[in-house]
């Protein structure tokens, strides 16, 4: 709204009062950088499915399980950064990671693609799952991974999370191997069917449910059955070989070691063989000396500098790590519900680029040049990701080299509309993408944060309900100026599935009435916040976008 507007009524804005933003907090008091990874691009159904009873870790395995509410899946993966923090008196460290940019940015986000035109038959719902938050969990034997992954389990109690054990997929052991099973080495890599556990992971990140081998450790053998595991929001994945092996860190978007003395994992181990796994002392502690210890040293102890976090777990109550985790896994989780829940919400995937744009529009202290420069960057690639929702017709040009090019060709008949007056900032990134695009405006009115909006301004192109409409308006807090526009061109004859909302950040409120309200508007934005104050601004927030951007 332009500041003439706004005399006489200075604070009436949500976001006009209280300035600057408060500093980027989040309720997490760890800043994990791969947990960034995580990104998403739409969503899922709801669905419940009942807890199972806990399954004893003996044989046959537990081969995984429903431990949760499903929500469905979750994000695709982003970023590829690492992140190395320590924090002392926790017990726990973060440590750098070498998390590989290759298990970045899964393509999929389906812009291309007109409803019910998926390669794979998938319905524009299903096509728009995300991957889960997948954890690794690693450690020496006995070391209490187990544990570790149980306690995450409870404290991750709201969404649905599974578990796939990498004992699952120990291979049958030959008739050979049998005859001499006292000198197998169950710890080498090659003891393990990494195939089929990769292909279990792919089929659960993919949102489809896989099926788990069983495996009997009193007869080195897999079962005839199998274990149905169903796809869900977060999968742990435990094992002493996954921080190991590349191909299976590289599915996670978290890694943690779990670390135990030796004395106390051999106790453990003792305990476990002879009650659980139908051993003597002496044949597991033979194995213990012969395989266990040297493939530890050789291959778990080195994955080490792999992790994450590094959970010191010695008397099985470093509850402090654990709410740490799960805390970081939650905060992330809870962006990616409202990519679940709506399937018309799009989330700009996030990169360091743009969230070094973000850090310099959020900051207090950035000039006004800079406020300017960023913002003008940030819009150009949301409405650059916007336009990527439009329909398109397939275009076949000739190539300088005398070829057939098979492209596309952009959609005719947009126009932008501005919510002034913060929105106007996103008409230059509009015209430099389309250009002689033509614009319309809207002012909303409001005199205070729980007053009804008025619209005392519409100037709108005349064939408007024949367009696409990009709908502008950099921040929604309460969404009630967004809703109020939309309302002003749905009465002019727009349809719903016509109008695309671009906003560089959004409340969750603002998600919630906008995309519930219209669910067959699409939305758009770069960052979701973590919610609104008293005064219904934005937190973190950017402040007063028009006065930073607009004023001299
Ligand atoms: O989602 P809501 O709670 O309705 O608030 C969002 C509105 O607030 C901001 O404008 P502002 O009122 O600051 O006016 P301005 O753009 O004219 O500066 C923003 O640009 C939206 O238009
Ligand atoms: O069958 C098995 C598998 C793992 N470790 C064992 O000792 N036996």
């Known amino acids: 709204m332009s500041s003439l507007q706004r005399q006489g009524t200075p604070d009436t804005s949500p976001l006009l009062s209280g300035g600057s933003a408060p500093p980027h907090a989040s309720s997490s008091p760890l800043r994990i950088d791969r947990l960034d990874r995580i990104d998403s691009r739409s969503s899922r159904d709801f669905a419940w499915h009942p807890h199972p009873p806990p399954m004893p870790g003996s044989s046959p395995s537990t081969g995984g399980g429903f431990l949760g509410p499903r ?117 080498s890599p090659d003891a393990f069917d990494t195939p089929a556990l990769l292909e279990c992971l792919e089929q659960l990140k993919a949102g489809r449910h896989c099926e788990v081998p069983t495996y009997d450790f009193t007869q080195h053998r897999r079962g005839s059955e199998t274990r149905k595991v169903e796809p869900a929001d977060v999968i742990i994945l435990e094992g002493i070989l996954v921080l190991h092996m590349q191909e299976l860190r590289a599915h996670c978007n978290m890694l943690v070691y779990v670390d135990t003395d030796d004395d106390v994992r051999l106790a453990r181990r003792i305990q476990r063989d002879v009650q659980h796994r139908g051993r003597d002392i002496a044949s597991v502690i033979h194995q213990y000396t012969i395989f266990v210890k040297p493939a530890f040293d050789q291959y778990v102890a080195p994955s ?117 007056r913060s929105g106007e900032a996103m008409e230059t990134a509009l015209r430099e993408c389309c250009q002689g695009i033509k614009l319309g405006k809207i002012l909303v009115h409001r005199h205070g944060p729980h007053e009804e909006e008025e619209v005392i301004y519409e100037r709108l192109p005349s064939d408007i309900a024949q367009r696409h409409v990009l709908l502008l308006d950099p921040l929604v807090g309460t969404g009630r100026t967004a809703c109020r526009a939309v309302e002003v061109l749905l009465a002019r004859g727009v349809q719903q599935d016509k109008i695309l909302f671009l906003s560089m950040v959004a409340a969750p409120e603002a998600i919630h009435k906008l995309c519930g309200s219209y669910p067959g508007m699409k939305v758009l934005t770069s960052e979701i916040d973590r919610g609104l104050d008293e005064d219904c601004r934005i937190v973190p927030g950017i402040g007063e976008f028009g006065e930073r951007y607009f004023s001299d």
């Not at 649905?160 to 004992?167: F, H, K, P, S, T």
């Not at 905060?331 to 989330?347: G, Q, T, V």
């Open 71 to 187: 929500l469905g899946s979750s994000s695709s993966l982003g970023g590829g950064a690492t992140g190395y923090q320590s924090i002392e008196g926790h017990g726990l460290t973060l440590s750098r990671s070498s998390s590989s940019a290759a298990d970045v940015f899964s393509a999929g986000s389906g812009l291309l693609l007109r409803e019910g035109e998926d390669p794979e038959g998938r319905s524009p719902r299903e096509r728009n799952r995300r991957c889960p938050f997948v954890i690794g969990v690693a450690g020496g034997t006995a070391s209490g991974k187990t544990t570790v992954c149980d306690k995450i389990i409870q404290r991750l109690h709201d969404q649905c999370v599974v578990m796939l054990n990498q004992d699952s997929f120990y291979r049958s052991l030959t008739e050979e191997e049998m005859q001499d099973v006292e000198n197998y080495n169950f710890d």
């Open 304 to 420: 080490r500098r792999y992790a994450d976090i590094i959970i010191p777990w010695q008397r099985g109550d470093n509850l402090v790590a654990i709410d740490l985790i799960t805390q970081h896994i939650s905060l992330k989780l809870r962006c990616h519900d409202l990519l679940r829940i709506y399937p018309n919400l799009e989330l700009l995937p996030s990169n360091f680029q743009i969230r070094g744009m973000h850090t310099i529009i959020r900051d207090a202290s950035s000039s006004k040049n800079d406020f300017v420069f960023y913002a003008d960057r940030l819009n150009r690639l949301i409405v650059e990701a916007g336009l990527g929702h439009l329909p398109f017709q397939e275009k076949i040009v000739k190539t300088p080299t005398g070829h057939r090019y098979v492209g596309v060709d952009f959609t005719r008949g947009i126009c932008g509309v501005s919510i002034i």
